[in-house]
């Protein structure tokens, strides 16, 4: 968090130096200022000047100022703006330095849409098919030849990640067999309906969703955890191929290969087991494939 204060008139406020540290409301703004910046309708300038408005008060004065004091005004607004390069890395093209915004945040900031349940932060409670289904939506967002994204698939997307709160929440959550999963339990067969009261919701909604979800796929292939005492690298899940198109078909196959495996079950079982102990296995298998060779 970044910290403003001026002490001549006992004035302090936090306001955030990421993605992660904004809530629900100031996320929806940032996405409503960078569909402009991305549509160059407004500067870099004017994007971090609007989004400090939103996060410290400033207070209009009803007295009669200087030009001089207003500009002193203006200038000062500028340089606490400047700290909002905090949202950006470093960038570099031709040698040349640039700011980019940085859009890796992998926490969860809209976890609910009315009466539907996002997924946790990163991912971690997706089970391996939802994960399945959902990469694929996600790869049918992509930008068609004219630059834009096709909206039914953002929706199909989201229609796919969030649903309904489980019935019966409160007991389920006192029996020993509690999962920690709120949402009811994925069904392909159950999208397409949700995919109309998801169609209502406001773009800045759609696409802070999908800025989100590609940062939780960026993560997945790049991104680092602590499993006991171990490093878990995922990027090595990717090493074997830099086609996207082998590796969303090659989820459906590692689906059936572990299932034959008899790791986690069936077919069904493995399908409904949790997305993350599934990387661990086959990271596991990488592993001990690669110390063989």
């Known amino acids: 968090m970044h910290t403003l204060e001026i002490p001549e008139i006992n004035y302090k406020a936090q306001y955030p130096s990421c993605l992660s540290e904004m809530n629900r409301w100031q996320y929806l703004k940032f996405i409503q200022l960078y569909l402009l910046l991305e549509a160059d309708k407004i500067t870099w300038q004017e994007f971090r000047i609007r989004l400090l408005s939103y996060f410290i008060t400033i207070v209009r004065t009803t007295e009669i100022l200087t030009p001089e004091e207003i500009e002193l005004i203006h200038a000062e607004i500028f340089r606490i703006s400047e700290t909002l390069d905090s949202f950006c890395i470093t960038k570099t093209d031709q040698n040349k330095e640039h700011l980019e915004l940085d859009l890796s945040n992998t926490k969860n900031l809209l976890p609910k849409l009315g009466r539907l349940y996002g997924p946790a932060d990163a991912l971690i409670d997706l089970s391996f098919f939802e ?20 909206v039914e698939h953002i929706d199909r997307l989201i229609a796919i990640l969030y649903r309904p709160k489980r019935r019966f929440l409160f007991f389920k959550k006192l ?6 999963q ?24 759609k696409i802070g969703i999908l800025i989100w979800y590609r940062a939780c796929e960026e993560f997945l292939q790049t991104g680092v955890i602590g499993i006991g005492l171990s490093q878990i690298d995922f990027s090595l899940l990717y090493q074997e ?15 059936y ?16 087991s949790n997305l993350y102990d599934v990387i661990v296995r086959i990271y596991q298998l990488l592993r001990t494939l690669k110390s063989t060779e």
């Open 131 to 150: 994960y399945i289904e959902a990469h694929h939506a996600f790869l049918a967002c992509s930008a068609d030849a004219t630059g834009s994204i096709p």
């Open 175 to 180: 029996s020993p067999l509690w999962n920690g």
């Open 182 to 205: 709120s949402r009811e339990k994925y069904n392909e067969h159950t999208v397409e309906g949700r995919m109309l009261k998801v169609s209502r919701l406001p773009i800045e909604v």
């Open 241 to 255: 191929t830099d086609n996207a198109e082998q590796n969303d078909t090659g989820l459906i196959g590692v689906l």
């Open 257 to 272: 290969t572990l299932a034959e495996s008899g790791v986690f079950g069936s077919v069904k079982q493995t399908a409904e």
